[in-house]
């Protein structure tokens, strides 16, 4: 059974950083690449970051390019998303997913990953 469980959330003033990780188990987790998602009230889930299976690739929404740094460690089965520079607008519960396919580089649409964590909340004050 797959679980994915965050951690690190919390409230932080505007300019500040946050440090989200995301420990997974039950499934060989090198094979699959990793996402974080966020969903804000009375908002639709949006994409954050992915990295590929491998670690060699990322890709990030635009709205948090150069602010935000996503990273694995595959020897700790372990995803993690460095925040920088935060603003009140990045407040949100943030998702980790996992791919539904194996050795997958990694994309922006939900469908795309079958499995998530609970969410963790991050809440940025002006």
């Known amino acids: 059974q797959v679980q994915l469980v965050e951690s690190g959330g919390g409230l932080v003033q505007a300019g500040g950083s946050l440090r989200l990780s995301c420990a997974a188990s039950g499934r060989t987790f090198s094979m699959f690449a990793m996402a974080w998602f966020r969903q804000a009230p009375g908002k639709e889930r949006e994409f954050v970051a992915t990295?590929?299976?491998?670690?060699?690739?990322?890709s990030y929404a635009d709205s948090v390019k150069g602010r935000f740094t996503i990273s694995r460690d595959n020897a700790k089965n372990t995803v993690s998303l460095q925040m920088n520079s935060l603003k009140p607008e990045d407040t949100a519960v943030y998702y980790c997913?996992?791919?539904?396919?194996?050795?997958?580089?990694?994309?922006?649409?939900?469908?795309?990953?079958?499995?998530w964590g609970q969410g963790t909340q991050v809440t940025v004050s002006s």
């Open positions: 997913a996992m791919s539904a396919l194996g050795f997958y580089s990694g994309g922006s649409a939900p469908h795309e990953y079958d499995y």
């Open positions: 990295i590929n299976w491998g670690g060699g690739m990322t």
